[in-house]
């Protein structure tokens, strides 16, 4: 290893940043986020909904299945926001 001097520095100076993107501003001329969604990204949330809604539905065919599903309190929810729909 080697250690050499640091008499060659130069003195230090300001410097001033500019932001990447200076054609959108927003009215009080702050830079403005933005976020890109890939193509990959929305397929794999599309895919994780379908598992979770895959799953719900096995559920609920099970309940049907054995006689859990209906019952009066499910069927008065119905009533009520077919009348809410259609009133």
Do not use: W
């Not at 001329?29 to 599309?46: C, F, K, Y």
Request: glycine share 2%; aromatic share 4%; charged share 25%.
């Amino acid at each position: 290893m080697q250690i050499r001097p640091t008499n060659n520095l130069q003195s230090t100076q300001s410097v001033q940043f500019q932001p990447r993107n200076t054609t959108e501003k927003t009215s009080n001329h702050l830079p403005v986020d933005q976020v890109e969604i890939s193509a990959e990204a929305r397929l794999m949330s599309a895919q994780s909904a379908d598992a979770s809604r895959a799953d719900r539905i096995a559920d609920i065919r099970l309940q049907i299945a054995s006689g859990q599903y209906e019952t009066p309190e499910k069927l008065q929810m119905a009533v009520s926001r077919m009348f809410e729909e259609y009133a």
